[in-house]
Each structure stands twice: as C-alpha cells, then as structure tokens.
C-alpha cells in the first residue's frame, strides 16, 4: 500500500472507530521499509523538478529503522538529499550539540553523518541558547520552517503521555515553537539514556502542535505493545490537548503506521466483532465473554442475554445457544488457567491444568533480560517453583551495568579503598588500587562519559549481588544464578543496541547444555529496540536452531510481561496466585535492587490489579496474581 498517496476519511466498516487513518504493518521494519521508500519516491520526483522537499524529521528510538533504511537507499541505491531540508522537532534543553543525549547528536550519528545532506540544510533547535534569547530562537526557526515552503511530511513518534515533539498534556492545538517543562513520565521513560531520573533534562524546546499540524502530510509511527494504549486513545479517543497525537484527528493528510503490538487495543483488533464478523473460536468466545464481564462489571456466571446482543456479541448466541451455557463454559475456561503449582501437580490429572504435570521435577530456565525483570514479574511464580521442587536456573541475560547510578560505583569503591588501608596486606592493597582506579575514571568521566571497563565490571558486580540477593529471597541458591552478559548489551548502549549471531550462539550454548522443560521469557511484545526484545529475539533465534530436537518439543515456553501493557484477562494462560505473604517475599526481594530507581520496580500495583480482574470476573479473590500465556 501507499502510505504517502492514501490519506482520507475512513471508509471500512473495520476501521470505524478509528478518527485518524491506521496502517497496521507486521513489525517495524516492514513499516520503515515502506515508509522509506514514499520518502524516496517523494525526493526523486522533487529532483526530476529540480525542487527541494521539506522533511520533518524526530528522534527517539522509533524512527531508528527508518533512518537505517534511509542509510541503505543512499549507499546501495544512491538516493541523494542534496535537495532535502530538514527540520526536527526537538532538543533538550541545556545540552550542547555534542552531548551524548542531545538530539542533535543523535542525528547526526543516526542519519546526517551517514548520508549527502549539505550542512546547511539541517535545522535542530538549539538547546544551548540562553533563558533570555529562547523565545526569539523559538521565533526564528518558525520562520525558517516558513521560508523553507513548509513542511512537505513530518516524521512523528508518540510518547507514552501522547505527546508529538515534546508538546506534553495540556498543549494546544495553536502552540507554535516554544521552551516546554518535560512531563515526569517522559523524563521516568528517559532516564535509562540519563543514567537516572535526575539526569534527564527538565525542559526542551519542542515545535508546538499548530507548527507540527501545519506540514502538509504527517506520519506517526508506532512500535511496541507499550505504546498500544496510548495509540488507541490518540487514533480512537476525542481530540484533546491532554493527548497531543489525537489532534492528528483534525489533518486532512495525517497516517499512524502502527505495528501489530502497537495497533493490539485497535477496537479492531481488540474487539474485533464490534466492526464485523468473526470466526466464534473458543479463544475469541473468551475474548468476548472475559470482555462483557469487566463492562458490564459483572460475575461471567451473572451475564445474561440482554448483556451479549447489547453488546455487539449476540452473535456468540447465534452459534452457541443461550448465555447460560456459553457463561459455563468460558468460566472454566478461565478457572483452568489458575494454578499454585506452575511447573506442573505431579501426580494429578493434568486435563485442565495449564501445565502438564510430568516429568516431575522439570528444568525450568527463567531468563530475565535486564538483572531485575524475572524477579518483579514472576518473584511469586519462581518461589513456588522452587518449594516443588524443580530445578529452576535464572538466566540473567545483560549485565544490566548501564542502568548502575556513578553513586552507586562510587561508594562501593570507597569502601573497598578503605578497607585495603584498614587490612593493609598485598591482596587487599591490589583490591585499594583498584578501587582508586574507579574512583578517578568516575571522576574524569563526568556525568554522561562512557564507563571504562573497570567501572563497567564494578557496576556489573554490584548487581550481580543484588541479583543473588533477590533470588535467594525466591528460594534459589546463588549457583541458581547464570549471568550471560549478552554482548549487544556489553558493546551498545539503550535505544541503540545492536543484536547480532553471537547473541544467538551465548543463549544456544545455554539452552544446548540444560535442554529445559519449561522456560520463563519476556520481550515479544517490547518496542523493537528494547533490549527485552533483543533479549527475546536471541532466545527465538536460538530454539529455531533446535528445532528438530526432542527436547524443544517437548519445552513449553511460558511469556510474561514486562514494562509493556498489562496482560488481558483473556490473554491470560496461566495465572498463579499469591497470598498477601507472598506478595509481601516478593517485594522484599524487588528490595534487594538497591541500586535502581525503586520507582521502576514496583510491579505488585500490576499483579494486584490482574488479581483483582480475575475476582470481577467471579474467580477466587487473591492479593495478587502473576500472569503467563502459552507461546504459540
Ligand atoms: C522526539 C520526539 C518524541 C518521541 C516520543 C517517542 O523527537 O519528538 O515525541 O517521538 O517521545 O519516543 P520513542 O521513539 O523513543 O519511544
């Protein structure tokens, strides 16, 4: 299809909902392939006309595949941009261009520095200039962008707050270039490439919304099961300056190019017989059954008639014969999915239960891409594991040494220091010396240079023992504990990771020697250059190349969530129950990661609200519940 060509009101009866018009492509790279290939078309026919063509351009981790494909067009197909000006969005304020987070670094690394685009044609707001000259500067670049001819098509991301640019809730629809105050969930998203919450910048200056709607076509991609809310409220929602992306709503030329993960809460595709027909599967049945009870916020068992066919889910009567039996049936449907033995009840008639209940104990391979996912997603789930007694390893797949505050380095070095002048023998003085060493690489980096190894390897260590600290509250021994240091992570930096075979080769030798029955992972449904999707990727590639093997038939992989959305109820295959004690373990083992922001750990609010869906929908009322589905 041609994402540049077709713009326009809705017309199918499967689009109805959306206000702004949706392309769902597979993954990310077949949208930037596609979307590349309009912007290419679009330079070459300004050439034919001896024209240059205005591009808006972002930053962020969305449109990395998409300047990556710009990159191959001009080195294997030669496209040039001598014709091409550009105009981003955004730039941090108070960092100077070569700051390791500064947009315009960013581009220049991911796109300028790698293409024929003249200097001169490459418009970044600065984020440099003073408090006093902000508003002429912010002036000036609306009247480049004019003087330009305007925008030809605007490249847009969306953040979790909805925004465009940095154009936060509460932005109106007239805002033009200007200095913004960042919202906390933005700077809570950035802090990863900050090193720290604290780090992330507070203001930038970002083009307002009037001056993004003013481009003559808009494209706003979308990547990642994180950012499917948020893409159904811009695309499906009213049009409101507390989301910045629904006025998209209000542009006659404007297209969200969505992934799968990112199109999943499409009433389309989520409630897909509220836009036509569907095939009535049990899986769809549960879909819409699980979906009336929480509306309706009604028991499954007390749904009568009325509530289906009022609905848009009479249908299932049609097929299935009076809300009655229909209710039997996906309420056993969802009590099959909850089980306090995991890894399978030996000795029981496993029909209904989500595992199987041989072989007894199983070898249970828990991978956790960042040191602390496996713990806050499923603490709950690798305790029981291990009272049944299987033998449950934890794959800690990054060394997680990136997300280590300097602080953090820092005192643990000092100790160290001391404690070598306090001893005072040969091993400790090696130890003080090195501890020096880390003390002035911490100081002569600064705040956003790079690591050295040394400090990389004490950061790494620190969490090492915060990892065998949590898991030990899990019941697992520290030899339980296998850290794969992954190299992508160990040679990349977030957002721009890179994953290559021998990523593939470190989870395969791992997977080849303890060959397991079941395995915990997470990252299928992450923003593509999450780590957790790299993570997960690494997994995948490594099982294909098992594939003809026993064991991996007989390997059921159980997927949990991370950062993304939350698992629906009738996502949901197996879910394991936690008493309040329990759930209490739990955090005291979330506790032990002392060095991350605590913020970003607390995951019992998710486990709780899953627990509490599950009583809605006149299931057993427990604290709280972890969540797993089947991999297909
Ligand atoms: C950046 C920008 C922002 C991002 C948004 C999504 O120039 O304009 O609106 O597009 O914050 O960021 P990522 O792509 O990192 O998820």
Redesign the pocket.
Known sequence: MNILDSPGKQQTQKELYEKTRTVIVKDSSAGCSQLAAEVADLIRQRQGENKNVVLG????????PFYKELIRLHQQEGLSFKNVITF???EYHGLAPDHRES?NRFMREQLFDHIDIPQENINIPDGTVSLDAVYESCLDYEKRIEEAGGIDLQI??????G?????EPGSSRDSRTRMITLDRI?RR??AADFLGEAHVPRHAI?MGVGTILGAKRLVL????G??AEIVQQAVEGKVTDRISASFLQEHDNATFLVDEAASSQLTRIHLPWLVGSVEWDRKMIKRAVTWLSHRFEKPILRLVDEDYNESGAGEILTASGRAYNVNIGVFDLVKHTITGWPGGKPGTDDTHRPERADPHPKRVLIFSPEPSDAVMSLGGTIHRLVEQGHEVKLAVQTSGSLRVPDQAAQKFAAVLQEMAQVIGDDASSAGGEYASQVLTQLEEKGLFGDDSEDVKRLKALILRGEVRDAAQVCGLESDAVIFQDLPFYENGRY?QFQMTEEDVDCTAALLEEYQPHQIYATGHLA?P?ALQTLCYRSIEGALERFKDESWVDDCRVWLYRGKESEMNSYEIDMAVPMSPEQLELKSEAIRKFQSISQEELDSSGRNQTTAKRYDQLGMAEYEAIESFQRRG
């Not at 351009?57 to 990395?64: C, I, K």
């Not at 847009?156 to 707050?161: A, D, F, Q």
């Not at 925004?163 to 154009?167: A, E, P, T, V, W």
């Open positions: 351009l972002a930053t962020g981790s969305t449109p990395v981003n969005l955004d947009y847009l991301g969306i953040g979790r707050t925004h465009i640019g940095f154009n933005t998203d950035a970002t991609m979308a990547w990642g994180n950012k957002r923003d250059s």
